[in-house]
Nanobody, 115 residues
Framework: QVHLVESGGGLVQAGGSLRLSCAAS????????MGWYRQAPGKQRELVAS???????NNLDSVKGRFTISRDNAKNTVYLQMNSLQPEDTAVYYC?????????WGQGTQVTVSS
């Protein structure tokens, strides 16, 4: 079992920044992938960014150059630094953890960007 705790969401004006954090605890496997997804009202959940335990990253095209994913393996924590936020970034952001044969999700944190 892996437990994920997210923090850092909130309300910000367009052009502003937020930093999301997701701390994992429990049965952490050393080789894993952690990532951030988001889901806006009426839309499907989409991958925003992911990072492997080795540091390889994958990002949604629309956030490249604005969002940066990073992780601290010693703390089992993944971060999402979001800059130049736009109203279309408004969504619930979910952290996930992928281990060998299983996936866990966080409870989600709301990010709202006002114009």
């Amino acid at each position: 079992q892996v437990h994920l705790v997210e923090s850092g969401g909130g309300l910000v004006q367009a052009g502003g920044s937020l930093r999301l954090s997701c701390a994992a605890s429990g049965s952490i496997f050393s080789i894993n992938v952690m990532g951030w997804y988001r889901q806006a009202p009426g839309k499907q959940r989409e991958l925003v960014a992911s990072i492997t335990s080795g540091g390889s990253t994958n990002n949604l095209d629309s956030v490249k150059g604005r969002f940066t994913i990073s992780r601290d393996n010693a703390k089992n924590t993944v971060y999402l630094q979001m800059n130049s936020l736009q109203p279309e970034d408004t969504a619930v952001y979910y952290c996930n953890y992928i281990g060998p044969g299983y996936i866990y999700w966080g409870q989600g944190t709301q990010v709202t960007v006002s114009s």
